[in-house]
């Protein structure tokens, strides 16, 4: 096997061996380039004859299913391929040969690294592209870009040729995110601020990680009145901003903290825990019989819940373990017990005239944006360190499951707007390049001219094409860590710096110091 796809590969230059830090095994990675291989071939084919919107559906399944912690599952990984497979023979004409992913990682360390960004990005980008499906929202524009996209990696490219790509990887993310942004708002509305408890109701109740609001929703419904509570977890968190969710009244609180710690959190709670996407950790005995997969993610032995989406098990098994006796209160990571969010793009521009004035008068002397992936590496604290650290006079925007290294924190608020303001999920990156174009609008600047400074976590893939998004639109300045990607190769990485001052973290002290003595 080879792998380096994700922050925590390892010594940061690739899993081989046995198997990946993740615990994903090495038949599986095999099977898992095996189903891009076959992904390219069946780009080759459409790109060639005439992908149906089927075409377009297995194309966001396969790249989904080989983004880390998703599936470790090798029968659903070769039954997916087998799927390929067969709508590579449908749409296209004649035998076209899937790409051996074996040539990629063999390839000069430019290309690799290259092609490298532009697949990362596009496995991000299909999971996105997928949720939105879940929700009837397609883009043809978005659709055919997998395709292009997949055909060039498995093509004799230049670096010039590919560094192109890699942009548009990034430009095309913007609308995939708009798409997701606008499939996520017309079904459940504009996010509002909201605070969400921490503590764990008496009685039986549910456990819902990942990002798939659709999937939350069918489980509302399937337990409205039937005496079980539901709780978040990890990316599910903002979906108690969304008014056509928050509305269920069983819909109690947040469980837990960053995915990473979901071994310990999941060891011995009296409920199950369904997962629809990401992030999956290998899971221990204490607890198998009590976590439920669904949609792409698959681990062997547990119950999965198919297309059908009946929770029936998932409801079947909370009542069984019946919950904790009393309530349970829980705590975040810096010992708060309750968090907020719900602060996307419409209810933060509801006072972007107030925040522009705070900035005039000198009441807020920067923003920050520290967000994206969490994970086990100890020198994540540093997102901690440089939240606490941060003056009492900036506002800090945050998203994605990083955001539990700080949305516990009480770090007040600026004439009655919270220090820290949570976005959303990964995906809501788009809430916050939108809000930092309107406050570029509002002063009349560009917005690399913005107080404004991103401090970024990454982990796995859909990090990779928000990254690319932020690079296409030319935001420069970027602080990201806690480590660079393993597949940037130092050409690449020259590249970032000279023409997008890219940033790795180092101590958070000197770095918010840099960044606020550069005003
Ligand atoms: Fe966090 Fe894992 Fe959101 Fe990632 S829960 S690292 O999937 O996409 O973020
Ligand atoms: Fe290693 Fe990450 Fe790949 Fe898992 S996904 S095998 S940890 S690089």
Same mark, same amino acid.
């Given at each position: ?15 081989? @061996? ?32 005439? %992908? ?7 194309? $966001? ?61 596009? #496995? ?14 397609? +883009? ?6 997998? /395709? ?37 708002? @017309? ?24 990002? +798939?609001?659709?999937? $939350? ?24 901003? /969304? ?28 409920? %199950? ?35 059908? #989406?009946?929770?029936?098990?998932? *409801? ?12 349970? %209160? ?39 944006? *520290? ?6 590496? %100890? ?59 309107? $406050? ?31 690079? /296409?639109?030319?935001?420069?300045? *970027? ?29 958070? #002290?000197?770095?918010?110091? #840099? ?5």
């Amino acid at each position: 096997m080879f792998c380096f796809q994700c922050q925590q590969t390892a010594h940061n230059t690739g899993c081989d @061996g046995k198997a990946g830090v993740c615990g994903k095994k090495a038949d599986t990675a095999n099977y898992q380039d095996e189903l891009i291989g076959a992904l390219i071939g069946l780009a080759r084919a459409a790109r060639a004859g005439t %992908p149906t919107p089927h075409t377009d559906e297995l194309i $966001l399944k396969g790249l989904f299913t080989t983004i880390t912690n998703v599936n470790f599952n090798n029968e659903t990984i070769l039954q997916c391929k087998t799927e390929i497979e067969k709508e590579k023979a449908a749409v296209g004409p004649g035998q076209l040969d899937d790409y051996d992913l074996a040539a990629l990682w063999a390839a000069g360390e430019d290309v690799r690294s290259l092609k490298s960004l532009i697949l990362f990005g596009l #496995k991000g980008m299909a999971a996105y592209a997928y949720h939105a499906r879940a929700l009837g929202r397609t +883009d043809p524009a978005v659709n055919a870009f997998f /395709y292009e996209a997949l055909e060039a990696i498995g093509a004799e490219k230049t670096p010039d040729e590919l560094l192109a790509l890699v942009l548009k990887t990034g430009e095309v993310n913007l609308a995939c995110m708009a798409l997701l942004d606008a499939a996520n708002t @017309g079904a459940y509305g504009d996010p509002v601020p909201v605070t969400v408890p921490l503590t764990i109701e008496k009685g039986p109740f549910i456990v819902v990680s990942g990002h +798939d609001l659709h999937d $939350l929703k069918l489980l509302l419904d399937q337990t409205a009145g039937r005496g079980i509570n539901i709780y978040t977890h990890s990316e599910m968190l903002p979906a108690h901003g /969304y008014p056509e969710l928050k509305k269920y009244p069983h819909l109690k609180g947040n469980f837990g903290t960053g995915w990473q710690n979901q071994q310990s959190e999941f060891h011995n709670i009296p409920a %199950p825990i369904l997962f629809t996407t990401n992030c999956l950790m290998p899971v221990r005995q204490s607890y198998s019989d009590r976590v439920f997969t669904t949609s792409v993610v698959s681990y062997p032995e547990l119950t999965h819940i198919g297309d059908d #989406k009946d929770f029936t098990p998932v *409801i079947e098994k909370a009542l069984e373990c019946g919950g904790y006796p009393e309530d349970h %209160p829980m705590t975040g990571m810096n010992g708060g017990s309750t968090v907020m969010t719900g602060f996307a793009r419409n209810a933060v521009l509801s006072h972007a005239e107030q925040i522009v004035w705070l900035v005039r008068e000198g009441k807020i002397r920067h923003f920050f944006l *520290i967000g994206g992936c969490d994970g086990a590496a %100890p020198t994540r604290s540093y997102y901690t360190d440089f939240a606490r650290m941060t003056p009492p006079d900036t506002l800090i925007l945050t998203l994605a499951c990083g955001k539990y290294r700080l949305n516990d924190m009480d770090l007040g608020s600026i004439e009655g707007i919270p220090r820290v303001l949570d976005c959303g999920q990964c995906n809501d990156a788009y809430s916050a390049i939108r809000i930092a174009l309107a $406050l570029a609008e509002a002063f009349g600047c560009g917005v690399n001219d913005l107080p404004l400074t991103l401090v970024l976590s990454w982990y796995e893939q859909k990090a990779v094409c928000i990254l690319l998004t932020l690079l /296409y639109l030319g935001l420069r300045n *970027i602080y990201l860590g806690p480590t660079l990607p393993a597949f940037v190769s130092p050409n690449v990485l020259d590249f970032l710096v000279k023409q997008y001052n890219l940033t790795p973290t180092g101590d958070p #002290k000197t770095d918010l110091e #840099k960044i606020l003595n550069r005003q």
